[in-house]
C-alpha cells in the first residue's frame, strides 16, 4: 500500500499513520519527524532546516527530496510506505510522481484529512508527545489517549513534550503556508483521479479504517 495523507497542521495525519504502520506492517515516512530528528542531532541537514522550521516554513525542496528519496528507497519500503507531510507542494509532488515512475510503483491514494480550522487550534495546544518512542497524546481532549496519571507516556514512561513549532505564532505561519503552497495539492491529485476526502473528526478508529478500505480499492461507506 502507497500512500500520501495531505492535510493541514494538526488534522492528524501523524496519528493515522503510526495506526496503520502497525496494521498494514509499512513504514511511517514523516518529513517533519526526520527533519526534528536531524535538528536534534546537529546534522548538516538538520543546520540548514533549523530556522525554516522555527518560523514554520517550508524548508527547500532539494533538501526534503533528498532525505525522502533515501527512505523510499529503504527494503522496508519495498512494500510500501506512508508519506505524511510529503509533499508539500507542486514542485515536491511532481519530483515525486517522477521518482516513483522511475521505481515503476504508483500512489493508491492521496488522502486529504478534513478538520474544521477552529478544532485544529484546540488539537494543537494540547498536543504532548514522548521524548522517548514518539507516541502522540492530547492532554484536553484525551484522543488518542491522555497521558499517565503522572504526566509521562503510558506505552513506555518517557517524558512528554511539547513542539516548539506548536505556540500560536508559529501555527499561523504554518497554516498560512498550508494554504498557499500545501492546498493546491488538493487540485493537483483530484485531477489525477487519487484523491479522497476523509472525515478528521470522527475518532481515529473509523478515520483509520476508511484510509485503509480506499487504499485498497474498497468503497467509501
Ligand atoms: P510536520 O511535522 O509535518 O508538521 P505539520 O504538517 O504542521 O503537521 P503536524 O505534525 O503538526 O500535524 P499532524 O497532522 O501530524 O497531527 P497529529 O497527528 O500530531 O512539519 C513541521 C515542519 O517541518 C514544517 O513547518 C516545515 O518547516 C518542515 N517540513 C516538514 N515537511 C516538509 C516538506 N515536505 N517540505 C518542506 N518543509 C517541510 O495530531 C495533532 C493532535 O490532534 C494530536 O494531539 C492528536 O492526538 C490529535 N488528534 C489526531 N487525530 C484526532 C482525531 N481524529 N480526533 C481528535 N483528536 C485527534
Known sequence: MRIVLLGPPGAGKGTYAERIKVLEG???????DILREEVKKGTELGKKAQAYMERGELVPDELV???IAERLKSPEAERGFILDGFPRNIP????????LN????????VFQIL??????????????ICRQCGAIYNIHTGIPRFPREDGRCAECGGELYQREDDNPEVIRRRFKEYEEQTAPLIDYYRKRGCLF????TRGVENAVEEIIRLAKGGERE
Open 65 to 67: 527530496e533528498e532525505m
Open 102 to 109: 522511475g521505481e515503476g510503483v504508483k500512489l493508491d491514494g
Open 26 to 32: 509499512i513504514p511511517h515516512i514523516a518529513s517533519g
Open 92 to 99: 515536491q509532488a511532481e519530483w515525486l510522481d517522477k521518482f
Open 197 to 200: 476526502e476523509v472525515n478528521g
Open 115 to 128: 478538520v474544521p480550522e477552529e478544532e485544529i487550534v484546540r488539537r494543537l495546544s494540547g498536543r504532548r
